[in-house]
DNA sequence: TCTAATCTGTGAGAAAAACTCACATCCGAT
DNA sequence: ATCGGATGTGAGTTTTTCTCACAGATTAGA
């Protein structure tokens, strides 16, 4: 009835395919990656669930019996069978191309930049990108995974891997600097026009926390400030000189090492990081592939 | 190449085969006769090797995802042909007869009465029985086993289940005692007509060594006797009251049961045995089943 | 004929895989 | 709300499988 009716033990039956078919089991061995005394113990297993002679044991060879020749046959047809079946998925995942969304800033100012050598290092990957914008769910089917800045707790139930914390840094053109009084954070805010996100309403907040200044003068220093829809937006407008922003020191860093933004004070972490979220069912290992190789570039 | 190259496990791929055909794995694992706990693992196992679901945990239930569904085509395919081919030569063995070779005296004396209760007590066997003269090779094709007498030491390339000691005993007709003085074996000796046989000359040297009688006297007693070329011409012989026979006494208990011959002196071992001798290759599950129906009749 | 090379087989112990158990969790039905 | 029936998982145990080192046997060739 059921197809696994008291099989023999199935590695059994892999080691007779092996050296029936090599006709040798020092040979079947190799193949398999195994001392020849593993397989010669193997065929003893299975000729004795049989209760049969499979192989003659004619001087220093083998030769199938009459009886293995039969089972050859059936077990030979299965084994390709199976070896074929699970190489086509096989082939089939790792054609697949691995697409990542990402939000459109990180994917504008840090990822596209770095696509050409990400795809040379992991060519397996194939990888394709996407532009998530707000909030995307990394369960939708067409997604592998999804990069996102996020603060803790993440979802028990998604594998995320955590590749940076994140730090948000205030900067702006050498020219605003210039015009605006910046001896301290407080006289910045004081006096300098603030650049906000309505994606990331909290970023000042948190950074005024860290730099010890008085909400209340943040809270006026918004007033004369503006604020955009997007991150992207955002720092196009701090490159235009439109006035002080604050972001993800990833995405600015190009910026800063070229000298077309300068940010004055350090860092300052927030307590999110940015992550590799994983859709459910997605591969693994190359998920893990990609992600190591974020975490060796950021 | 090889088909064996990276294949998964394959007490993964039973146990998703199992799964995916039945639906569930408490039922997958009710056919394997294992805990649902331990296919649940396989499947984790197989999921990760290949890095991608096979199935989706739906509620309380599984389904299998369009990866798994493509996997289950070719796994399931191998396993019904893995299981047919077994089955087919699992069938082709027990079918076959079970050929015991067996010297023509037992085989006449001792087997063929019980014939028909050993068909009826184990009819799995079908069993097949020849006749065979002289020494018959074991190893020959068309003979699975070999009841025979033989001393120690057995070859070592061979199983031989021991069944009894070989123990010979002295018989005669109740007239031919009448007629022989044989208040000890040295009388018997003295007086009596030895029937012997070629192919077991040392039998009357072992009893008399035995019954510690001066070999002279039996060399003696040996040149008033006759010789038969086999053991059961010699039993006729003396159940045709020809003289005093020695033989083993399986061959004669039914005899001196019924009275036709009487053994004055107890039986005697000769340091050998009778055992069923398996040919290389033979069943040795079948063989155990007749060499334990064999012991237990002796 | 002896020797070297090349197989297969095996005993003991080590390593790895698989299993069980008990419990956790999650959904759906009464 | 709770129970029944399903899957998932951590810890520990059992079973299988493997390796290593050696033995026996056969073939090729000196």
Redesign the pocket.
């Known amino acids: 009835m059921s197809s696994a009716a008291s099989l023999p033990?199935?590695?059994?039956l892999r080691?007779f395919e092996a050296?029936a078919r090599c006709?040798?089991?020092?040979?079947?061995?190799e193949e398999?990656?195994?001392?020849?005394?593993?397989?010669?113990?193997?065929?003893?297993?299975l000729e004795s669930h049989f209760g049969t002679a499979l192989?003659e044991?004619?001087?220093?060879?083998?030769t199938l019996t009459a009886h293995g020749r039969e089972l050859q046959r059936s077990v030979g047809e299965a084994f390709s069978r199976l070896s074929e079946g699970c190489a086509t998925l096989k082939r089939r995942l790792d054609e697949a191309p691995f697409t990542l969304a990402c939000p459109g800033s990180l994917l504008a100012r840090w990822l596209i930049p770095r696509l050409d050598r990400l795809n040379a290092d992991l060519p397996a990957l194939r990888l394709r990108v996407i532009s998530s914008e707000h909030e995307l769910d990394p369960r939708r089917d067409d997604v592998d995974a999804t990069l996102r800045f996020a603060a803790p707790p993440w979802p028990?139930d998604l594998s995320v891997f955590t590749l940076r914390p994140e730090r948000i840094v205030a900067v702006a053109t050498p020219d605003v600097w210039r015009s605006t009084p910046s001896e301290t954070a407080a006289d910045m805010l004081a006096h300098g026009t603030l650049l906000d996100t309505a994606s990331r309403p909290q970023a000042w907040t948190q950074w005024t926390d860290a730099m010890g200044v008085d909400p209340e003068t943040l809270a006026a220093a918004r007033q004369r400030g503006r604020t955009f829809e997007h991150l992207y937006y955002l720092l196009e407008a701090a490159l235009s000189g439109l006035g002080v922003a604050i972001a993800p020191d990833v995405l600015v860093a190009g910026e800063i090492e070229r000298g077309q933004l300068v940010a004055p004070w350090p860092a300052v972490e927030t307590g999110a990081a940015l992550g590799l979220w994983l859709a459910p069912g997605a591969d693994e290992r190359r998920a893990g592939a990609l992600a190591a190789w974020l975490k060796r570039e950021l």
Chains 1, 2 share one sequence.
């Open positions: 033990p199935l590695n059994a080691a050296t006709g040798s089991v020092t040979a079947a061995a398999l990656h195994v001392t020849h005394g593993a397989v010669s113990r193997q065929l003893r297993t192989f044991r004619v001087g220093r060879g083998l028990a």
